[in-house]
């Protein structure tokens, strides 16, 4: 006989159905009692304000910018200072303690430098900082401020918080307490410790809608960073698992990371963050390129390239063509072993007449800038020579070695997923494909295998965890690690949803209407309500408030572009942290 219990409203509930669920609760509240506790502590919870939920998207490797949105939490600091202080502070004075809060130490020496009297200085300054503090933990719960305060001054602080000066006993009480940490020499120490307490409390939850990698020079040092933070989440992006392709050993994606790595002159990440040796490529690259101007391969003068000498920007161009070739023979071995991609109109070296310099593409013949490719046999263009061969032997070596790549990478497969839904918001880096009328668009990720939309992203995912499971079938980890690519530049993936990805015609031909990569449907389609409203209702995401969050594609709104889309239903923030 089914065994029910009646309940409160007279319904009756089917306990075997979730005995199992039942079983493990039992585990960790196995009394009524303690059950009902956790009830009340969690209902008081709900009634709270929601915590400060923080969106950034498209770091490309630029820590400083990334380091200092942290501690500012995107002015979110600088707002509450505000609110609290109003007009009884100067302007210059609440620019001086948003300040100290976010960069305590520099300031705390450029403070004592110029104040006559540093105590009374302490004391003011540390009356406003508790004040701040209060302000940012006033949405949590007690408990939860608790385990967010240093051990050093974690009752001295819970103290400060939990008083309130108002009444006259209790002022005297925290003038007292401040007294004592200025007159026992510890309130530079105090000051650092509550400023990052502040920037700690100001962001609840950090979600990162894709790319901390790509081009700038500190993508290792954010990734040291968010090992340690707090609570953040990462939807990945395209150039994310470009890298996560070469620490799993795809060997166009290690060309690829190495080659924009050269393109934008930054090789600070893979030289100093990850110790990948370069010296046998820039060795190659002078034995076979030497007397090439690789005019086409000269790099942006962004970032790293405008402090080049000249001598160094040869170099680095004469590596930059040496990489993109092989990476172009690669990628060509890989779709050739994939027809079920339908990218053989990429395999560009098959279509090039190495007599005439010229290529065909898109059945139109296309003169080229340069044909001047010595390792490369016009009969089998995409084979690779046999000094490539070892090059890539010895870098490929490199990335596999690489301890803190992989640390690195592991905290993005930890942190990480496809897309995310939190607070009825859809959070993925780039796209959903779509067909042309607004519907979900299967894509094939295994052969025989087709999927769209949330399916579509999921099982994507899986394909990038099983590209690093050491216990996967190995037919299926190989899959998966070639994949990269596919999710790297193929048409329908989900992190670049364009017709083509020509890197081949920039560098090689000069007519720009090859340059053009057309866009998905979904990047033309995003403006419609009823397209939004459908992907969102094919994610499970319910009533009226309810958006789609991405990132991938950037905002110029010098130019007129609006970043709210589909009548407030998605939001765009792809923001200004590239330089390039």
Known sequence: MTQTLRITNMKQYDINHDMRYLQLLAQSFPSIAE?????????????????TEHFLADIHGEYEAFLHVLKNASGNIKRKVNELFGNTLREQDKRELCTLIYYPEQKLEQVKQREADINDWYHITLHQLVAVCRDVSSKYTRSKVRKSLPCDFSYIIQELLHEHT???DKAAYVNVIVDTIISTGRADDFIVAIANVIQRLAIDQLHILGDIYDRGPGAHIILDKMRHYHSWDIQWGNHDVLWMGAAAGNDACICNVIRLSLRYANLATLEEGYGINLIPLATFAMDTYGNDPCEEFQPKMTGGAAA????????????????????FKIEGQLIAKHPEWKMDGRRLFEYVNYEKGTVEIDGKEYEMSTCHFPTIDPENPNKLSEEEEILMQKLHHSFMVCEKLHKHIRTMLQHGCMYAIFNNNLLFHASCPLNEDGTLKEVEICPGEKYSGKELMHHTGMQIQTAFQQDSDPDEKQYAIDYFLYLWCGPDSPLFDKSKMATFERYFIADKETHKEEKGYYFKLRDDEKVIDHIMDAFGLKGENRHIINGHVPVRTLKGENPIKANGKLMVIDGGFSKA
């Open 35 to 51: 059950a009902s506790t956790e009830i009340i502590n969690l209902q008081a919870i709900l009634n709270l304000p929601k915590g």
């Open 166 to 168: 108002e009444d006259h």
């Open 308 to 327: 080049m000498d000249d001598k160094t920007k040869r170099l680095t161009s004469l590596m930059h063509k040496a990489i993109a070739v092989i990476q």
